[in-house]
């Protein structure tokens, strides 16, 4: 069974520029989360998606965006790339949505090395 | 508001040796989860262990096994007999409420040979 599978796994940007990541879930998992780690604020939630609808966000400005498609793969974007937007963008995939249970496990990709300069 | 404080930055250990990685948790929701991540270089985090502040009962797993101690707030994990592999970056996390995962900032674990 593949794991959850981002593309591509390093990134370099202009300040300025904007980029989209992607997320392939685990097959038959429907929810997609994404945490941004970087050294300074350690892992942040940035949102979560399921059934292609946004039902978590974290604190982030709105030039980070995400959807979900109908086969629950989904994709991030960043618009106006500033440099404090370098970081690890880590996808995780779930059976259901947290909302259902707060209990249900996490199962994360290697996640998208992103680095503005 | 929800916090997880992994005060133990670095830890260095000789092979062989038994670690304990201390996490510490706030939360004023009275239902809640408790994770155990683990992240080796390549980056993705690996799922170690789920408690529910409802269950107490601590447990062992190979050479893996957790403390939970609702009284103090916290989640420790022991590493016994440690190996080189487990050379990694250890995070605790707590989920309530507001459903998504809060994460300390994380236990490099060093193991030497």
Redesign the interface.
Known sequence: KA??TQTPRYLIKTRGQQVTLSCSPISGHRSV?W?QQTPGQ??Q?LF?YFSETQR?K?NFPGRFSGRQFSNSRSEMNVSTLELGDSA?Y?C?SSLNP??WT??T???????T?LTVV | AQKVTQAQTEISVVEKEDVTLDCVYETRDTTYYLFWYKQPPSGELVFLIRRNSFDEQNEISGRYSWNFQKSTSSFNFTITASQVVDSAVYFCALRGSARQLTFGSGTQLTVLP
């Open positions: 794991g959850v989360s945490y350690g892992l939630f979560e978590n974290g690890l880590l995780a947290t909302s707060g209990g496990e996490a199962f994360f990709g290697q996640g090395r």
